[in-house]
C-alpha cells in the first residue's frame, strides 16, 4: 500500500483545515489508517486513529477540534482539524496498518504534510 498525503499549508489560529491521505496498491485488509505529527524537537506522535470497524480514537490534545474519517470509494481518509492553535504545528503523517497480498502485517508511511498555524 502506497500512502501520498498532502493538503497542508499556512493558516491562522483558529482557523481550519483538512488533510487527505489517498491511498493506492493492494492489500488483504486495512486494519486501521492513523495520523501522526511530528513538530521540531518532539517525536512523532499519533494524533488520530480510525480502524476498520470504525472506531476512532484521538490524542488528548486535539479531541473536539480533530475528525478523523475515510471515503472507501476514493480509498482516502481526511483529518478535519478546526480550532487551530500554534501548538498544531508539525509534519502529519498519515499511516496504514494492513495485511499485504500474503497476509503478512505491515505498516506504511505516507511522505508527510506540513501544517503551520501562525498566531
Known amino acids: 500500500v502506497q500512502l501520498q498525503a498532502f493538503g497542508g499549508g499556512l493558516v491562522q489560529a483558529g482557523g481550519s483545515l483538512r488533510l487527505s491521505c489517498a491511498a493506492s496498491?493492494?492489500?488483504?485488509?486495512?486494519?486501521?489508517m492513523n495520523w501522526y505529527r511530528q513538530a521540531p524537537g518532539n517525536k512523532r506522535e499519533l494524533v488520530a486513529e480510525?480502524?476498520?470497524?470504525?472506531?476512532?480514537d484521538y490524542a488528548d490534545s486535539v479531541k473536539g477540534r480533530f475528525t478523523i474519517s475515510r471515503d472507501n470509494a476514493k480509498s482516502t481518509v481526511y483529518l478535519q482539524m478546526n480550532s487551530l492553535k500554534t501548538e498544531d504545528t508539525a509534519v502529519y503523517y498519515c499511516?496504514?496498518?494492513?495485511?499485504?497480498?500474503?497476509?503478512?502485517?505491515?505498516?506504511?508511511w505516507g511522505q508527510g504534510t506540513q501544517l503551520t498555524v501562525s498566531s
Open positions: 499511516n496504514a496498518v494492513y495485511l499485504n497480498t500474503h497476509g503478512s502485517p505491515l505498516i506504511s
Open positions: 496498491g493492494s492489500a488483504l485488509s486495512i486494519n486501521a
Open positions: 480510525l480502524t476498520a470497524v470504525g472506531t476512532t
